[in-house]
């Protein structure tokens, strides 16, 4: 009877023991070491440097970049284009007028200005903008 | 002696049918009502400034002797590059020895444009840059139709 107690108690030591060897221990919170967070301080301080960058950047350096696109195109030059389009042939006004408009609404009074103050022929230039013959004469 | 007499009377009523004829003619209603006929070539006045005014009636610009005289406004509508619809108004005169034109992109300038007809009375001023300052349009009985 005591032989078989006794081999109970071993056993069961034993079979604790080879248990406690397979199954590693539990982690403890005390026992644990601190976190790495090199890795996301870095990434954070790249985000920072980036955001202050932009933030701290003197206005001469960020200006252009957000200014340059909201600056209107250079206004067109109406009377240097009436000009080119004056010493072309009048046959081919109507043609260039028309093309020329869609980009530089004002072509037309710089054509009639010229045409007005007799610098070009003001019957030709009627007959391109309302397309119709030219004087009959 | 009664043959005479027959062709006296003969002669008497023609007198008087013609007669009757005449006043009927001038009683017709047909030529009641105000008229005005205004110049027939369209006028072109130029101003020291550089600035114009011209105005006419399309009837008489239509039947002048020359072959060249014209008044009336044009409107266009088109696609810009950038996207937007444009419209612009042309207006043009000319007589046998002179012409202008103004052009305007303002919706009041269009509008008027818009309310010519073909017996219409027109006068505009263009500025020394050849733009609208006036459109003045008149829709008015007394002015001739327009004929052929």
């Known amino acids: 009877m005591k032989l078989a107690i006794t081999g109970l108690v071993l056993g069961a030591i034993i079979g604790f023991g080879a248990a406690r060897a397979i199954v590693p221990p539990a982690p403890t919170c005390t026992a644990a070491e601190p976190p790495d967070l090199s890795a996301i301080t870095a990434a954070l301080a790249r985000i920072d440097a980036r955001i202050g960058g932009l933030e701290r950047a003197p206005a001469a350096a960020t200006a252009p970049a957000i200014a340059a696109p909201l600056v209107a195109p250079a206004p067109h030059d109406s009377e240097a284009t009436a000009r080119q389009i004056a010493s072309r042939p009048p046959s081919e006004w109507q043609t260039l007028i028309r093309e020329s408009v869609k980009d530089d609404p004002d072509l037309l009074a710089a054509m009639i200005a010229m045409a007005n103050r007799k610098e070009i022929d003001h019957s030709a230039l009627a007959a391109a903008l309302h397309g119709i013959p030219a004087d009959q004469e | ?148």
């Open chain 2, 1 to 148: 002696m009664r043959q005479t007499g027959a062709i006296s009377v003969i002669g008497v009523m023609k007198k008087l049918s013609l007669a009757l004829l005449l006043v009927s003619q001038f009683m017709s209603p047909a030529f009641a009502g105000y008229k005005v006929d205004g110049p027939m070539a369209p006028n072109v006045y130029r101003r020291a400034d550089g600035s114009l005014a011209i105005s006419g009636l399309f009837a008489n610009a239509r039947i002048t002797a020359d072959t060249r005289s014209y008044v009336g406004c044009s409107v266009w509508a088109f696609l810009q590059s950038n996207g937007t619809v444009s419209q612009l108004v042309l207006c043009s005169g000319q007589n046998a020895t002179d012409g202008g034109s103004c052009s305007s992109t303002n919706p009041a300038f269009i509008a008027t444009a818009n309310s010519l007809n073909g017996d219409s009375y027109i006068a505009f001023e263009a500025n020394s840059s050849g733009v609208c300052t006036s459109l003045s349009v008149q829709n008015q009985s007394q002015f001739r139709p327009k004929t052929l």
